[in-house]
């Protein structure tokens, strides 16, 4: 069974849908880069071990990146899994859990990396908007897409009702990126793009506005 470290900053609603999730996996720790992280106390409630290491007792992103993986390493992750974890991380970093760091990123990505996905989505007025699962690399929010959900943008979309139809599906497609990759059905081809090897179907097209 593969051994999971999730890493928060905040509230922890991903961290929660895939604690809830029932994974054939072990989540042998979920760590915070700020100890008044609202999903530590919910880590703690299922008996999942805490860790917080606090970017602001470090000088700089080096030093920060590398207490971190020295607390991470110690529960000898197969997989470390960023969810809604707001810190950039360093290339060093990211080199050492390459083809084991996976991010949830509210928007389809290549489009709105970065931040303020949603607000920047309305103010393009563009009509699907979505999230993914992806594995991380160096260069930010561009590393290879696992999963995708795309929803419509309705006419009186607010930044916070988009929002909350986006983490409904963050919730979904989350646990089913990582139960693919605890099963082994997920590897990276020499291209560097994902290969899934089980049999869910594609799913359907999405047209929004939809045809008359
Ligand atoms: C999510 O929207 C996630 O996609 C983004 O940060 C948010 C974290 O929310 N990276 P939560 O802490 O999982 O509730």
């Known amino acids: 069974m593969k051994n999971i ?3 928060i900053s905040g509230r922890g609603s991903n961290m929660q849908a895939l604690l809830n999730a029932n994974m054939n996996c072990n989540i042998a720790a979920v760590i915070s880069n700020k100890a ?3 999903g530590l106390t919910f880590a703690q409630a299922h008996g999942i071990p805490t860790a917080v290491v606090a970017h602001r007792d470090h000088p700089d992103r080096e030093s920060f990146d590398a207490a971190l993986a020295k607390v991470i390493d ?15 991380l360093t290339v060093k970093f990211v080199t050492h859990y390459a083809g084991r760091l996976i991010n949830i990123h509210p928007s389809l990505l290549p489009s709105y990396p970065g931040l303020h996905t949603h607000a920047r ?39 916070h009702t988009l929002s909350a139809r986006i983490l409904h599906q963050e919730h979904r497609i989350f646990p089913q990126a990582i139960r693919w990759l605890c099963s082994d059905q997920i590897e990276l081809n020499e291209n560097g793009k994902v290969v899934n090897h089980s049999h869910n179907p594609a799913g359907n097209a999405l047209i929004s506005p939809s045809l008359e």
């Open 121 to 159: 989505a309305l103010h393009d007025g563009v009509k699907i908007h979505g999230c993914t699962v992806h594995f991380v690399t160096a260069d930010l929010d561009h590393g290879p897409v696992i999963i995708q959900a795309a929803i419509p943008v309705l006419a009186d979309d607010t930044e």
């Open 36 to 38: 008044d992280a609202g």
């Open 5 to 7: 470290v999730i890493l």
């Open 74 to 88: 110690d529960f000898a992750p197969d997989l470390v899994i960023l969810a809604g974890f707001m810190r950039i």
